[in-house]
């Protein structure tokens, strides 16, 4: 007894020399009595905050350092609160509980008081829907270490609301989530969700230290720390393996709960302190009108934010005409003024109005200048230079080439090379890499390039020229027959300013009449014959190809600016299939014979009707995106008839493990 006394009266001397101005009871305040918010000063402080795990209390080495600060009584006293009180929570004093009790009762007083201000609130609202899913009444500090009781916390990584949901998490616990509404931060709608979702964890861990553990980390990364503990499904046995975030976790959870049941033994309570107790609220159904909300307030006498601090979900201060049914809560003090006044007259009133249009600013006429010489000289100024106009050169790279010396050459500069080839800084050049750079060109030679970009077909045939040549040449005056012209029967896309083939002129003259040309329609096998004009005197145009790993042949048939039947030809290809390693010639070799080559256009409907219809009917496989946070139970319950053994059978999965980035097969 002796020593309880002395213990007591040690507690009473630090308390005092700690804070001796605090008062010693917390005051009854009747719940009409304080109404007002905080100030913005104060929420912002706290929005900051994030959460009380968000940035530690102190470093990973202090923790020891704090218990050896500690006087023995007080850790003593401490220790035997924490192991006498009743709770269904597993409960465990160590020194990393020490340290946080000590940063909530002495180092960070405020913060706590703060909370202190807020539990009134909230407290309720958190028993209620604890009690209807049969879970611990102590779990209601978890909103504390989560969110300090703040509807609109926001995490760092995302996370909002009383219980800090994440987006994929709040999709599965059917909250919603729009341009105008967040359900995270529905007190009522979240403290439901945050029930059902640790009920959920308790059944699948059994244990509620790994379901707080889980909650926090997520239930893939617990599963994976305890693997490497062994399989020993206890927190403390896989502490080492969790991150720091959730090493704190737990003993901050159990130093939250010891200080706000103890606050009025370690003087928290004051009497300046705005406590804050559920207000009484009434509910307007708002159904397809838009609505102001500041006009509203301001209808009914109320300050322009307090609607908003009613409904913490909505996320701008109006309501679309979408909206169908929606319960906005206001202050039961406004029944008098809602009752007197007309409803549909007042909402017509508080309708959105929407902004009118900005005047638009006058412009002067387009007179011409006064001055006749003024005029005489601008018509006389020689015209705007053109933009230069350039092409994309491929330079297949040397040895010994570097960026530098091809800046050299083409007379750019090196940076321009790196960004049009997605170079990076210090990447060196390998031989036979493929390099693009756009140099200039005049007018003169923009159509001789642009002719050779894309295949072209000569107005005549050389066959067909030379006997049009030589029968106007030979034949009579009166004899001459007009012949059928080539040039209308071929294609339109014909290009005048290639180069046309050359043709030999007959050395000697004949009399012979000739025979009647052909149109060039009627000889599909000449025609298939002429090859694209090509600048083949470039020797950077590379002459073979090494497939690379990836590559199809339609791929490379396309950077190489040739057709697949062209390749197929030159190759002497079987099938369409190419494996890493395989050379593949790119220019016709010199034995191939004369129409051995299809045309390009025909090329590329060699496949057959068959397998085109076999490869469409073939299902488009649905893929998730792992998210961090997300599990194989949650992605499963995200889509109809997938279950976590069809996950893992559809994606080779030897363990329930996802990482976020993974893709995910959920539909064959």
Known sequence: MKKSLRTSALLLLLAAAARPALAQTEPVLQPGQVSADDTLQAQQQLLRADSLVAEPAFSPDSAKLVWRQTPPEMRDLVADRIGCYESEMPLVFNNTVMAFVNYFTVRNRQYTQRVLERQNLYFPLFEKYLAKYHLPQDLKYLAVVESALLP???????????????????????????????????????????????????????????????????????????????????????????????????PTFTAILYTLNYAKEHNLHDAALNYRYPEPTDTLLISGRSLDLYKLAKSVGLDSTAILAHN????????????????????????????VQDRTA???????????????????????????????????????????????????????????????????????????????????????????????????????????????VPAQLPAVATATKAAKETAPEEAKTPLPSVAEDASPVVSQSAPPIAAKKPTTKTTRQPRPVEPVEKQPEVVANLQPVASSSDDSLPTEYVVRKGDYLTKIAREQNVSVGQLTAWNKLESKQVVPGQKLTLRAPADMPAGAEPRPEVAQAVQTPAKRSTHSALPTPRVHLVQPGDTLYNISRRYQGVTVDKLRKLNNLTSDEVKPGQKLIVQG
């Not at 960026?403 to 170079?423: F, G, M, T």
């Open 312 to 339: 913490p979900e909505l996320r701008k201060h109006y309501l679309p005409a979408s909206f169908q049914n929606y319960p906005l809560q206001v202050p039961v003090c406004v029944r008098t003024e809602l009752a």
């Open 346 to 456: 007042l909402l017509d009133f508080c309708k959105v109005t929407v902004p009118p249009p900005a005047p638009l600013t006058p412009v002067s006429p387009l007179l011409p200048p006064p001055d006749s010489t003024q005029a005489a000289v601008a018509a006389a100024a020689p015209p705007a230079p053109e933009k230069p106009r350039y092409r994309r050169a491929r330079h297949t790279v040397r040895r010994g080439e570097t960026v530098a010396s091809l800046a050299a050459r083409y007379e750019v500069d090196p940076s321009q090379i790196r960004r049009w080839n997605k170079l990076r800084r210090g990447q060196n050049l390998t031989p036979r890499q493929q390099i693009f750079v756009y140099v200039p060109v005049d007018a003169e030679s923009a159509s001789t390039v642009a002719a050779a970009a894309r295949p072209s």
């Open 152 to 250: 609109q916390a926001r995490s760092r990584v995302g996370a909002v609301g009383l219980w800090q949901f994440m987006g994929p998490t709040a999709g599965d616990l059917r909250l919603r989530r729009d341009e105008f509404i967040d359900e995270r931060m529905n007190p009522e709608k979240s403290t439901e969700a945050a029930c059902k979702f640790l009920r959920d964890l308790h059944r699948y861990f059994g244990d509620w230290e790994l379901a707080l553990a889980a909650y926090n980390y997520g239930s893939g990364n617990v599963n994976k720390a305890i693997r490497r503990a062994g399989g020993q499904r206890n927190f403390w046995a896989i502490y080492k393996y969790l991150p720091k975030e959730t090493r704190d976790y737990v």
